[in-house]
Structure formats: structure tokens, C-alpha cells
T-cell receptor, first 111, second 113 residues
Framework: GENVEQHPSTLSVQEGDSAVIKCTYS??????FPWYKQELGKRPQLIID?????GEKKDQRIAVTLNKTAKHFSLHITETQPEDSAVYFC??????????FGKGNQVVVIP | DARVTQTPRDKVTEMGQEVTMRCQPI?????VFWYRQTMMQGLELLAY????????DSGMPKDRFSAEMPDATLATLKIQPSEPRDSAVYFC???????????FGPGTRLTVL
């Protein structure tokens, strides 16, 4: 099945700086790549997603890029704010139509 | 603002007891997922349903876990008998197919002593 890995596991950034989280996936047939944000004690919530026919997608301070050849995709957060502190999960849909999640990245924005 | 609901929110039980978790998906959603979240394993897919039919439950320990959708408004996850290693947060999510957003419920925090 699909295997999704995230790096780094923890990321600390100064408020106002950018944060980048990278994910790799194993199944070349995967074609849907969502990112979920989970604040402490709360439910995961979708923040952005991308399909394999698009290389980049942006929504205000958040962007996702996809490199199908290298089988990796990245989440970019610009002008980070304290409310961006959370765990971010990437995921990929594999040929069995299941969403495989990475283990998550803890992002800490230092005021 | 429609949301997925789950009950109970917290459950503490003793090893060997039966545990039943319930989920009400968002009305109109045709796909329901059960996930287990732990620090070590992250978010693991246990089972999912489309139009109430089970499509995949390969992530579940079959000998003790079972998942059902008695009707379109209720999904259940049962553990019998429960073991300490089952302690985790169990999330239900619903959506309109796999390639669309999954809306997560608040989760059930299960502690098996």
C-alpha cells in the first residue's frame, strides 16, 4: 500500500518567517494530496489539497507544490503567526482509494 | 454549520470490556471513515464505508474490532474484548468520496486500564 513520510518531525520558526514541510509518497498512482491541520486536543481539518494534474496551488498564506516525478509534495506557510502552531498531516490517496496519512509535523511559531 | 458528531467523547474502561463508539456523519455524505490516532503510529485508517457498504477494513484487528453502518445516520465501531494497547483517540470522518475533503468528528478518547 501507499507509504507517506513527512520531514522534519518538528519545526520551529520565528513569527513572520516561512515554514516548509515536505512529504514523500511511494505509490506513483496516487493522485490526490490533502494537508490537514490539527490543533492540540482538536480534530484534524483540511487546509489545502492538490490533485496530480496541478503542480502548485495557493490559498492566501498557504501553498502546496507537487513534484510527481520525484514523488514529493510540500506545504509552504508564509508570514507565520502564532495561530499556525499545530500538527500538520499530509496524505495521499493510493490505487485502493484509501487516504494514507503521514505521521505529522509539529510546527511551533515563536512570537 | 454541519459537523460530524461522535459519542462518547471520553471512555475509560477495564481490559476485557466491550467498547462501542458511535458516529453521526454529515447528512448527505456517502463515505464514512474510522481512524485511530496514537503518538507512535499517527493516524491509521481502520475501516471505511461508501453508501453504507464496507469497502475496506484491512486496518482493523479482525478478532476484536468490528465496524458497521446500521443506517445512513449512524456508524459504529466496537471493540470486544478491549485491551490496554487499544488506548487511543478514535476519529470518525465523513465525506463525498475519497477525493474530496474528509470532515472529522471530535474524536473519542479511549483509555483501557
Amino acid at each position: 500500500g501507499e507509504n507517506v513520510e513527512q520531514h522534519p518531525s518538528t519545526l520551529s520558526v520565528q513569527e513572520g518567517d516561512s515554514a516548509v514541510i515536505k512529504c514523500t509518497y511511494s505509490d506513483s498512482a496516487s493522485n490526490y494530496f490533502p494537508w490537514y491541520k490539527q490543533e492540540l486536543g482538536k480534530r484534524p481539518q483540511l487546509i489545502i489539497d492538490i490533485r496530480s494534474n496541478v503542480g502548485e496551488k495557493k490559498d492566501q498564506r498557504i501553498a502546496v507544490t507537487l513534484n510527481k516525478t520525484a514523488k514529493h509534495f510540500s506545504l509552504h506557510i508564509t508570514e507565520t503567526q502564532p495561530e499556525d502552531s499545530a500538527v500538520y498531516f499530509c496524505a495521499a490517496s493510493n490505487r485502493d482509494n484509501r487516504l494514507a496519512f503521514g505521521k505529522g509535523n509539529q510546527v511551533v511559531v515563536i512570537p | 454549520d454541519a459537523r460530524v458528531t461522535q459519542t462518547p467523547r471520553d471512555k475509560v474502561t477495564e481490559m476485557g470490556q466491550e467498547v462501542t463508539m458511535r458516529c453521526q456523519p454529515i447528512l448527505g455524505h456517502n463515505t464514512v471513515f474510522w481512524y485511530r490516532q496514537t503518538m507512535m503510529q499517527g493516524l491509521e485508517l481502520l475501516a471505511y464505508f461508501r453508501n453504507r457498504a464496507p469497502l475496506d477494513d484491512s486496518g482493523m484487528p479482525k478478532d476484536r474490532f468490528s465496524a458497521e453502518m446500521p443506517d445512513a445516520t449512524l456508524a459504529t465501531l466496537k471493540i470486544q474484548p478491549s485491551e490496554p494497547r487499544d488506548s487511543a483517540v478514535y476519529f470518525c470522518a465523513s465525506g463525498l468520496g475519497v477525493y474530496n475533503e474528509q470532515f472529522f468528528g471530535p474524536g473519542t478518547r479511549l483509555t483501557v486500564l
